[in-house]
């Protein structure tokens, strides 16, 4: 027979054209008709009315909070349900995060949230076994080895390069299995993939709900209009249509779409009409069996069939809808709250570990209700219409306050962390005060006291040597150390292109304190900043300003340190070349803030698409941002440990190029807007990094994916299709998570740009490479959102945007040692607050724990604990003792680094305040011990064309249960443990 697998399903966007909870409640559908709520209170008496149906549901964030409304009697009716397997939990997350522009860590976060929940209110039954991606614009590799690492036995997605799609429609590979890390894990990445026929979509004339307008199925031979005969040989048709492209005897057809079963009665009414006259027809000699299903049935059905399929070990970015119309433009919309998720991402992991080890959930202080409230915020930013930035205005904005309350909730958690942290002895440590604007020189906190505290954590398992900017009101200050030392600052004065941003409206701040700081690894350090009035006590020297109006044209302008010198032009603004002066690497580099104009159009075909939220699409070439009369404004700035060149290149667009003392690589800071649209022309505005071609690096460059492993990129080409590039810069851009570079081989030189957000990156000709950083559009690209990316600020004029990059000359051979480090650094930053000075720096020595680490060793530098956090077990089985969650990473791939690419070991006795008793391996979801894992085998043709052996496809996982005392991390291996502690004294 040919099994017809009909998946009654409804796509629940976590916010989109309507908040998360305009979306759960049903208000403001004048935007659009949808309410969670009514979709979850229909389906349920219909499931328990039939035990033939199924149904399944996706976004955690939606069920959970229907979920907490119920009575008894209605959550024992669900779990039941869960039990026999009607309702089927799929992909589990939060949310269904988006793939371009999330970072690995808030991607397994936001499901292990999920999984979570799942596990303590239904337990094992509802461990979703499949990955649901059907919506994401282009899908990430990384995401397909972390489903893998889950525990998945396969993964369904929508959406392809129509290009690519119409390729493997031709060829029947429209399933294959997806090697998600074949150079690193190798079979633990490897994950079954299926591409949906029809988008997510119900076949075309059989969409049954309220809101469609397809004929329903009329069977009274009574009345007048019966159509079951020619209802059922449409659909006969259609699965014949379907079923030529696939290779087994099952196919799927997803039975429902965006927001559908509000009035599930209409759904399903119909579908048992449409089962039962279709297989009617088997008495007349049809073999088509049509039946109510579910993803993990599937799959399944299709594994016992023990067939070979292909593989692919591409990812599937960007994703193009049509001729002219990439889907990369979304790699770099909403700059402001990429960056904001990237931040609070980093803030997020701070709390959850001083959480743990202040260890105050065992002194009587549980504030995981205010932790739960943060997780859900960052989970639900990461849905594929959050952090994409192709929502509504109103939404995004909804996104960036659930951030700041959940920040806000975060502080108390740090506050009670170090009030028992600091102190030494009986007295209480001073409340902490974060400060949000700091990278726009704004501090209510510092601006206001004179003198004050600093304590920075350190949240990762290294120590850290940084620098540290404290916006600041008088000229003289000095600095102390928590050893009572005096440190060397340096005061920087704040810009005039900072003190234009909207947003910094109230703020006093002249001038911005550096200074460094030495913080143990996974701890913090307290330093003291007392304003004076004696030159003789003050530790801070003022800064040399050199205005660029002042120098003659044909002086060579440059800033430098120990590391590097960076050539400026002091005619146009760019840099002109950078040599690292240690490795003796000199190169010409243009590099500067460009932009292009963006395509306006109605969007009725391919060559009238617009850039839009979505969409990337340019008209001509790029333009210099240039205004010689601005530039004249610009300086550069020297002094004792921090050397800056400020460069204005227009009233939209400025750059800070900084170089710190002993610091291996070149700061960009680069600001721009408000992009000027006077001119009703939208502005996609990039930097530029070009070599003018010292760099011979070809058509080849290379992105990260997700922060982890590196892709190969090959400009104008498709590793599996012959591709036709309509858009030469849309259809090259990629996304960059955290880095891109580019490499000449012959010279052994690398340029690595780092990024602190996901933004889309290309290498448009040889020897350069281009960030988008910022866009302003004056058209929808009308796919679904209705309004332009047309973001303004606190003014009502364009968006100011700033954000860093920082840039790296090297060998290939020693590139990746540096920008694996720093990518680390940038994502997991220390966190800085501020508190009250009442006592001379030497008082407060003796009273507070100045400098404290929750390690004696520091972790190998090829390690990073990716995860450590309360874990709580499910209610079916209630544990007393106090258990966390461990996840240890290796963050080297194969072959990357002579010695940081071999395995590393973990000392698990070197924490400080507790010990670990008993330890087991979970998978990388936490919701499975990995003893217990054993997915469906699938054998598969490598690229090579080599079939495996069916014993190595048929082994399953090894089951290992870490000892308490050292782990083993092979490259790229990320390891997920709950641990039993026993506490010690701090």
Same mark, same amino acid.
């Given at each position: 027979?040919?099994?017809?697998?009909?998946?009654?399903?409804? *796509?629940?966007?976590?916010?989109?054209?309507?908040?998360?909870?305009?979306?759960?409640?049903?208000?403001?559908?004048?935007?659009?008709?949808?309410?969670?709520?009514?979709?979850?209170?229909?389906?349920?008496?219909?499931?328990?009315?039939?035990?033939?149906?199924?149904?399944?549901? +996706?976004?955690?964030?939606?069920?959970?909070?229907?979920?907490?409304?119920?009575?008894?009697?209605?959550?024992?009716?669900?779990?039941?349900?869960?039990?026999?397997?009607?309702?089927?939990?799929?992909?589990?997350?939060?949310?269904?995060?988006?793939?371009?522009?999330?970072?690995?860590?808030?991607?397994?976060?936001?499901?292990? #949230?999920?999984?979570?929940?799942?596990?303590?209110?239904?337990?094992?039954?509802?461990?979703?076994?499949?990955?649901?991606?059907?919506?994401?614009?282009?899908?990430?590799?990384?995401?397909?080895?972390?489903?893998?690492?889950?525990?998945?036995?396969?993964?369904?997605?929508?959406?392809?390069?129509?290009?690519?799609?119409?390729?493997?429609?031709?060829?029947?590979?429209?399933?294959?299995?997806?090697?998600? %890390?074949?150079?690193?894990?190798?079979?633990?990445?490897?994950?079954?993939?299926?591409?949906?026929?029809?988008?997510?979509?119900?076949?075309?004339?059989?969409?049954?709900?309220?809101?469609?307008?397809?004929?329903?199925?009329?069977?009274?031979?009574?009345?007048?209009?019966?159509?079951?005969?020619?209802?059922?040989?449409?659909?006969?048709?259609?699965?014949?249509?379907?079923?030529? @492209?696939?290779?087994?005897?099952?196919?799927?057809?997803?039975?429902?779409?965006?927001?559908?079963?509000?009035?599930?009665?209409?759904?399903?009414?119909?579908?048992?009409?449409?089962?039962?006259? +279709?297989?009617?027809?088997?008495?007349?000699?049809? !073999?088509?069996?049509?039946?109510?299903?579910?993803?993990?049935?599937?799959?399944?059905?299709?594994?016992?069939?023990?067939?070979?399929?292909?593989? &692919?070990?591409?990812?599937?970015?960007?994703?193009?809808?049509?001729?002219?119309?990439?889907?990369?433009?979304?790699?770099?919309?909403?700059?402001?709250?990429?960056?904001?998720?990237?931040?609070?991402?980093?803030?997020?992991?701070?709390?959850?570990? #001083?959480?743990?080890?202040?260890?105050?959930?065992?002194?009587?202080?549980?504030?995981?209700?205010?932790?739960?409230?943060?997780?859900?915020?960052?989970?639900?930013?990461?849905?594929?219409?959050?952090?994409?930035?192709?929502?509504?205005?109103?939404?995004?904005?909804?996104?960036?306050?659930?951030?700041?309350?959940?920040?806000?909730?975060?502080?108390?958690?740090?506050?009670?962390?170090?009030?028992?942290?600091?102190?030494?002895? %009986?007295?209480?440590?001073?409340?902490?005060?974060?400060?949000?604007?700091?990278?726009?020189?704004?501090?209510?906190?510092?601006?206001?006291?004179?003198?004050?505290?600093?304590?920075?954590?350190?949240?990762?398992?290294?120590?850290?040597?940084?620098?540290?900017?404290?916006?600041?009101?008088?000229?003289?200050?000095?600095?102390?150390?928590?050893?009572?030392?005096?440190?060397?600052?340096?005061?920087?004065?704040?810009?005039?292109?900072?003190?234009?941003?909207?947003?910094?409206?109230?703020?006093?701040?002249?001038?911005?304190?550096?200074?460094?700081?030495?913080?143990?690894?996974?701890?913090?350090?307290?330093?003291?900043?007392?304003?004076?009035?004696?030159?003789?006590?003050?530790?801070?020297?003022?800064?040399?300003?050199?205005?660029?109006? %002042?120098?003659?044209?044909?002086?060579? #302008?440059?800033?430098?340190?120990?590391?590097?010198?960076?050539? #400026?032009?002091?005619?146009?603004?760019?840099?002109?070349?950078?040599?690292?002066?240690?490795?003796?690497?000199?190169?010409?580099?243009?590099?500067?803030?460009?932009?292009?104009?963006?395509?306006?159009?109605?969007?009725?075909?391919?060559?009238?698409?617009?850039?839009?939220?979505?969409?990337?699409?340019?008209?001509?070439?790029? *333009?210099?941002?240039?205004?010689?009369?601005?530039?004249?404004?610009?300086?550069?700035?020297?002094?004792?440990?921090?050397?800056?060149?400020?460069?204005?290149?227009?009233?939209?667009?400025?750059?800070?190029?900084?170089?710190?003392?002993?610091?291996?690589?070149? =700061?960009?800071?680069?600001?721009?807007?408000?992009?000027?649209?006077?001119?009703?022309?939208?502005?996609?505005?990039?930097?530029?990094?070009?070599?003018?071609?010292?760099?011979?690096?070809?058509?080849?460059?290379?992105?990260?994916? !997700?922060?982890?492993?590196?892709?190969?990129?090959?400009?104008? @080409?498709?590793? &599996?299709?012959?591709?036709?590039?309509?858009?030469?810069?849309?259809?090259?851009?990629?996304?960059?998570?955290?880095?891109?570079?580019?490499?000449?081989?012959?010279?052994?030189?690398?340029?690595?740009?780092?990024?602190?957000?996901?933004?889309?990156?290309?290498?448009?000709?040889?020897?350069?490479?281009?960030?988008?950083?910022?866009?302003?559009?004056?058209?929808?690209?009308?796919?679904?959102?209705?309004?332009?990316?047309? =973001?303004?600020?606190?003014?009502?004029?364009?968006?100011?945007?700033?954000?860093?990059?920082?840039?790296?000359?090297?060998?290939?051979?020693?590139?990746?040692?540096?920008?694996?480090?720093?990518?680390?650094?940038?994502?997991?930053?220390?966190?800085?607050?501020?508190?009250?000075?009442?006592?001379?720096?030497?008082?407060?020595?003796?009273?507070?724990?100045?400098?404290?680490?929750?390690?004696?060793?520091?972790?190998?530098?090829?390690?990073?604990?990716?995860?450590?956090?309360?874990?709580?077990?499910?209610?079916?089985?209630?544990?007393?003792?106090?258990?966390?969650?461990?996840?240890?990473?290796?963050?080297?791939?194969?072959?990357?680094?002579?010695?940081? %690419?071999?395995?590393?070991?973990? !000392?698990?006795?070197?924490?400080?305040?507790?010990?670990?008793?008993?330890?087991?391996?979970?998978?990388?979801?936490?919701?499975?011990?990995?003893?217990?894992?054993?997915?469906?085998?699938?054998?598969?043709?490598?690229?090579?064309?080599?079939?495996?052996?069916?014993?190595?496809?048929?082994?399953?996982?090894?089951? *290992?249960?870490?000892?308490?005392?050292?782990? &083993?991390?092979?490259?790229?291996?990320?390891?997920?443990?709950?641990?039993?502690?026993?506490?010690?004294?701090?």
């Amino acid at each position: 027979m040919l099994n017809v697998h009909l998946v009654p399903h409804t *796509h629940d966007d976590v916010g989109w054209l309507k908040t998360v909870d305009q979306y759960f409640y049903g208000s403001r559908n004048d935007i659009q008709h949808a309410g969670v709520q009514y979709i979850l209170d229909s389906v349920i008496p219909e499931l328990l009315k039939d035990p033939t149906k199924r149904f399944i549901y +996706v976004e955690i964030a939606f069920f959970a909070r229907w979920w907490r409304e119920q009575d008894a009697a209605m959550k024992a009716d669900v779990r039941k349900l869960v039990e026999e397997g009607r309702l089927e939990f799929v992909l589990g997350g939060w949310c269904m995060n988006d793939e371009a522009s999330t970072h690995y860590n808030a991607m397994i976060d936001q499901h292990t #949230l999920g999984f979570s929940f799942l596990e303590q209110e239904f337990g094992a039954c509802a461990r979703p076994r499949v990955g649901w991606q059907i919506d994401p614009f282009g899908h990430s590799r990384e995401q397909a080895s972390m489903f893998a690492q889950f525990g998945f036995d396969g993964l369904f997605f929508g959406r392809l390069d129509y290009q690519d799609k119409d390729n493997r429609l031709k060829q029947h590979n429209m399933e294959f299995v997806w090697r998600g %890390s074949p150079k690193n894990l190798g079979e633990a990445s490897e994950l079954f993939t299926g591409v949906l026929y029809n988008h997510y979509v119900p076949p075309p004339g059989f969409c049954f709900d309220e809101m469609c307008n397809d004929e329903p199925f009329m069977d009274d031979e009574r009345m007048h209009d019966v159509n079951i005969q020619s209802r059922v040989q449409d659909f006969i048709k259609i699965v014949n249509d379907q079923a030529q @492209h696939f290779h087994s005897n099952n196919i799927m057809m997803t039975m429902g779409s965006d927001f559908q079963y509000q009035n599930a009665h209409t759904w399903y009414k119909n579908l048992d009409k449409l089962i039962k006259y +279709v297989n009617q027809q088997q008495s007349n000699g049809s !073999n088509i069996n049509v039946l109510y299903s579910t993803p993990s049935c599937y799959l399944f059905n299709v594994n016992h069939l023990n067939q070979v399929w292909n593989s &692919t070990k591409d990812d599937f970015f960007p994703y193009a809808s049509r001729e002219n119309t990439f889907w990369s433009g979304y790699f770099s919309s909403r700059a402001a709250l990429k960056g904001y998720a990237r931040k609070s991402n980093n803030f997020l992991q701070v709390c959850k570990q #001083l959480d743990v080890l202040a260890n105050l959930q065992s002194h009587g202080v549980n504030l995981t209700e205010d932790l739960r409230i943060y997780k859900e915020a960052l989970g639900v930013v990461q849905h594929h219409d959050g952090v994409s930035g192709t929502e509504k205005q109103h939404v995004a904005n909804d996104y960036a306050q659930r951030l700041a309350v959940g920040a806000e909730k975060c502080q108390k958690v740090t506050n009670a962390a170090f009030e028992k942290l600091l102190p030494k002895g %009986s007295e209480k440590a001073p409340s902490q005060s974060y400060c949000t604007l700091a990278n726009i020189s704004y501090c209510d906190f510092t601006e206001h006291n004179k003198q004050f505290m600093v304590t920075l954590y350190n949240p990762l398992g290294h120590a850290v040597t940084d620098f540290v900017r404290i916006p600041v009101l008088s000229s003289m200050y000095r600095v102390v150390d928590p050893k009572g030392m005096n440190v060397t600052a340096q005061l920087v004065p704040v810009s005039e292109e900072t003190k234009k941003i909207p947003e910094r409206k109230g703020s006093l701040a002249t001038n911005e304190l550096f200074f460094q700081v030495e913080l143990p690894p996974l701890g913090y350090s307290t330093y003291f900043v007392m304003e004076t009035n004696s030159s003789d006590e003050a530790t801070s020297q003022k800064s040399k300003v050199i205005p660029l109006a %002042s120098l003659k044209a044909d002086i060579p #302008l440059y800033i430098q340190n120990d590391e590097y010198l960076v050539l #400026l032009d002091n005619i146009n603004g760019n840099t002109l070349g950078v040599n690292n002066k240690k490795k003796k690497i000199d190169i010409p580099l243009n590099q500067g803030i460009w932009w292009y104009e963006a395509y306006g159009g109605n969007c009725s075909k391919g060559e009238f698409q617009a850039s839009g939220a979505y969409a990337l699409r340019t008209k001509g070439e790029r *333009h210099r941002v240039q205004d010689r009369e601005m530039l004249l404004k610009s300086y550069i700035l020297t002094g004792a440990l921090v050397q800056e060149a400020h460069m204005i290149f227009g009233p939209e667009a400025s750059q800070v190029i900084r170089l710190y003392n002993n610091k291996p690589y070149v =700061e960009f800071e680069w600001t721009v807007g408000p992009i000027n649209i006077k001119d009703k022309i939208g502005k996609e505005y990039i930097t530029l990094y070009d070599t003018q071609q010292t760099i011979e690096s070809g058509d080849l460059f290379y992105t990260d994916a !997700n922060g982890r492993e590196i892709l190969e990129r090959r400009r104008d @080409h498709r590793n &599996t299709w012959d591709f036709n590039n309509t858009e030469h810069v849309a259809g090259n851009y990629f996304p960059v998570n955290s880095r891109i570079f580019i490499q000449d081989k012959a010279k052994n030189q690398q340029l690595t740009v780092l990024t602190d957000r996901s933004e889309g990156g290309a290498s448009l000709e040889s020897g350069t490479m281009e960030l988008l950083v910022h866009r302003r559009l004056l058209f929808d690209d009308h796919f679904g959102v209705g309004e332009p990316l047309n =973001e303004t600020g606190a003014d009502g004029q364009g968006l100011v945007v700033r954000g860093r990059h920082l840039a790296i000359l090297d060998t290939i051979k020693d590139s990746p040692a540096l920008h694996r480090s720093l990518a680390l650094k940038m994502y997991m930053a220390p966190s800085v607050s501020f508190s009250p000075l009442t006592m001379t720096p030497e008082q407060a020595i003796t009273q507070y724990n100045t400098q404290w680490s929750a390690l004696r060793n520091p972790l190998p530098s090829n390690v990073h604990m990716l995860t450590l956090e309360q874990w709580q077990q499910p209610k079916l089985e209630p544990v007393e003792t106090s258990q966390i969650l461990l996840r240890f990473e290796h963050i080297y791939e194969k072959d990357e680094d002579p010695v940081l %690419s071999q395995p590393a070991t973990v !000392n698990l006795t070197d924490f400080t305040t507790f010990k670990i008793t008993t330890m087991e391996e979970l998978t990388l979801g936490a919701n499975l011990p990995l003893s217990e894992l054993n997915r469906l085998p699938w054998r598969y043709i490598p690229d090579s064309g080599k079939s495996l052996s069916k014993e190595e496809l048929l082994r399953t996982a090894v089951p *290992h249960v870490g000892p308490p005392t050292t782990l &083993t991390l092979q490259p790229m291996q990320i390891r997920t443990f709950v641990a039993t502690l026993g506490r010690t004294q701090h």
